[in-house]
């Protein structure tokens, strides 16, 4: 559960929390997005000051139905939050949520950023995995059905094809020569409200399974939440922190959120019971 970020080993036998860095205008979750030098650097710095261990860095939302960004302005926008991030908080690990092999390249190259967090599982650039292995920097590989090469289920279950799916992209990215791989169920990323859940009552099988890639875990006021208790993205905290707890105990070693200090004080409670 060792990782090597830009030379420094990371452990994360012990979960570790993500904050969530939106620099689009139309991300999900709308007190998350921040674009001006200022809010940038205010959530940098509260994020960081609550605990969090990593800085995911989006600039593409992936939300559906939002609008088609192109390569150049993705980049554009990059360029300006992880200047920031680096000025004001230049230790920080940081990972950038891309799918785009140039993005990638250019943010780990320019910003010395640390993870390349990519939401399709190398389908939507067919370079990635190639670049990644280039970079030698840890990769997340997520499934996120509904994409055209993404795996349907035809025998089994839903929750063996994720696996699957996993088996034979973790081969390709170790023929390549990528030695660190986290692993994220994609929850939310093409899947209905049944499947979500399936996910997260086999995540502990999923971990097990694959035990030498820390798994990532992506609930955060999600519409799996909101959607089952009728609520909006703002009421869905508590949500979150109940599945935050479920995937602890299932052995998640990465939690992806919006609101870090709760994340954090999951984590810490989980650790009194041995997690």
């Known amino acids: 559960m060792t990782l090597n970020l830009r030379g420094h080993l990371t452990d994360f036998s012990q979960p570790q929390v993500m904050g969530i860095l939106n620099v689009t205008p139309d991300s999900f979750y709308a007190a998350s997005r921040v674009q001006e030098e200022t809010a940038i650097r205010e ?15 989006g600039a593409f939302s992936t939300r559906p139905g939002a609008s088609e960004v192109s390569e150049a302005e993705e980049m554009q926008r990059l360029d300006s939050a992880l200047t920031v991030v680096r000025r004001y908080a230049p230790e920080a690990l940081v990972s950038v949520d891309t799918f785009r ?12 950023v640390q ?3 990519d ?17 030698q920097v ?5 499934h996120s059905g509904g994409l055209a090469d993404a795996p349907t289920t035809t025998t089994g279950t839903f929750v063996e094809d994720v696996c699957r799916f996993f088996a034979e992209r973790l081969q390709r990215l170790y023929e390549l ?15 209905t409200l049944e499947q979500n859940y399936q996910l997260m009552h086999r995540l502990s099988d999923i971990v097990g399974l694959f035990p030498d890639n820390p798994m990532l875990v992506g ?7 909101y959607k089952l208790l009728d609520i909006s993205p703002e009421e869905a905290l508590n949500g979150t922190t109940v599945l935050h707890t479920l995937a602890l105990q299932a052995g998640a070693r ?22």
């Open 219 to 225: 609930v955060s006021r999600k519409s799996m939440i």
């Open 43 to 57: 959530r940098v710095a509260q994020m960081l000051a609550e605990g969090a261990d990593l800085i995911d860095v």
């Open 138 to 142: 840890p990769y997340v590989l997520t």
């Open 115 to 117: 993870i390349i967090n």
């Open 254 to 275: 990465i939690l992806r959120v919006h609101d870090v200090r709760a994340a954090v004080e999951a984590v810490q409670i989980m650790g009194q019971f041995g997690n």
């Open 177 to 191: 020569g990528v030695a660190d791989v986290i692993l994220d169920p994609g929850f939310g990323f093409g899947k």
């Open 119 to 135: 939401v399709s599982g190398g389908l939507l650039d067919d370079t990635l995995f190639e670049t990644v292995a280039e970079l």
């Open 101 to 112: 092999a140039g993005v990638a390249c250019r943010c780990v190259r320019d910003f010395g």
